[in-house]
């Protein structure tokens, strides 16, 4: 009988499993059961010759195949787990693959032979959270190759699907080419360690990756844990609009030195807020070194070693929007970022139209005419449109500005069809509108930050 592995499956987990598979075995179709229990063989001798129990490692110590009641003797587990896998390979039940859908000649499967499963009442091991279920022989030998084709981070297993497989192949590469290192190290208890323990910079730091291999496609991570109690899934959808922005904007991570505005507009932001909090502090992050809670400074991990990459590892509120697909106009904004940067994400993630954002940096543009000094221009025009706290304020401001600037011009400062379609068009956002064109002014002054926080501060007093 011929197994084939090289049509995608629409179960992530399954799915996982077979590209894991095909790359550690080194192709996708066999002859017969036999062929493929060679392959098979060599993993089981990894599950039964090295097991753990702890959350974030490969294989529970739960599993029929490696719970040490099967027996002390590592040979003889061994052979009792390929004499359990011959077992299920022989049944013949009538039904439908619970995965793939195929009809008939399947197996009668239980989550606890799984090495992903810790008990009957695992929630995040099948689609219908069953415990025993029909699998074909095809998807029930891909869920064995799972664990090796996910990576740790934040102490739990992830790992994506996209619609591209280029990209599908690139990620079990590089896991498979971990995993067959730590084995030949003897380093093969844990999934391949991606030292990243916050699961939005898990995914940026890997659609950098991408980037740098020009890849592209909507991907699905998913991070699961597979305790009996408080199991659950964290899933996260990246669109490939997100995948070319990041190509357009940082297609290569800083590395060797640190980078500067004029150099890397979108790095420098990366790196301001992966290295600061709020409070203006460097940050830090906890690390088990040794079997010890240790406190990692931001300046001495990164900055004093030069270990860029390890940016990462640390917090970044800008990263955590961008992943999770909210706003980050707020951050463009307060670092006086460039109409550059701003259209592009615009355009990129936000679909906008490239007629109202001309019109937006038209009226910007406009209102130059008021600018003969930063300290009156921005005190007297960008400061009220700041402090705008509803659409009627802001629909106020823009009227009083109107009538400023016919005082000094002959035109208006934006016609009727333009407030109507571009500057407020109906069902968008007027706070967005507010900040764009904040950026777009932000940009013909050459204040600093701290010299408007200065002014600000006088407010009170006149």
Known sequence: MVLDFSKPVGDPMVEIGRLGLVEFCGKDRFE??????????????????????????????????????????LNNRLKQALELYEELVQESYNGYCISCGKKDNLCSVSKTIFPLTTGNSNANFTSNFSNQFLMCKECMSSLFFAPI????????????ISNNQEINEFWSEENIDEFNANIVKNNFDSIVDSKINIFENFIYNFMEELQE????????????????????????????????????????????????????????LIYKYSSTDNSGKFRTRKENINGKATVIKFNEDVIDNKNYK??????????????????????????????????????????????????????????????????????????????TKSQTEFRENLRILMKKFLSKSDEALFSV??????????????????????????????????????FNEGDEDE
């Open 417 to 454: 069809d333009e407030m109507v379609l571009y500057i407020l068009p109906s069902g968008e956002s007027w706070y967005e509108t507010k900040d764009i064109l904040l950026i777009a002014l932000y940009e013909k002054m050459s204040l600093k930050e701290e010299d408007i926080e200065k």
């Open 213 to 268: 291999e020009e890849l592209f496609g909507d991907i699905t991570f998913y991070l699961i844990s597979n305790v009996d109690k408080g199991s659950e899934v964290n899933v996260i959808h990246i669109s490939e609009n997100q995948m070319r922005f990041i190509n357009k904007v940082a297609p290569k991570f800083f590395k060797t030195s640190l980078p500067t505005k004029a150099k890397d507009e979108w790095n420098y």
């Open 149 to 160: 084709n996910m990576q740790k981070t934040t102490g739990r297993m992830g790992f994506m």
């Open 310 to 387: 390890s940016t990462t590892r640390y917090f970044n509120p800008l990263i955590s929007n961008f992943i999770q697909g909210k706003s980050i106009l707020f951050f463009f904004k307060k670092n006086s970022c460039s109409w550059n940067l701003t259209t592009i994400y615009l355009k990129e993630i936000k679909g906008m139209r490239e007629e109202r954002l001309n019109v937006i940096k038209k009226v910007a543009n406009n209102l130059q005419l008021f600018n003969d000094d930063d300290k009156t221009f921005y005190k007297k025009i960008v400061r009220p449109i700041e402090m």
């Open 32 to 73: 017969s059961f036999e062929e493929l229990q060679l392959e098979v063989k060599k993993l089981f001798n990894i599950y039964v010759f090295k097991t753990s129990g702890r959350i974030g490692q490969v294989f529970s110590s739960n599993s029929k195949f490696t719970h040490n009641s099967t027996g002390k003797d």
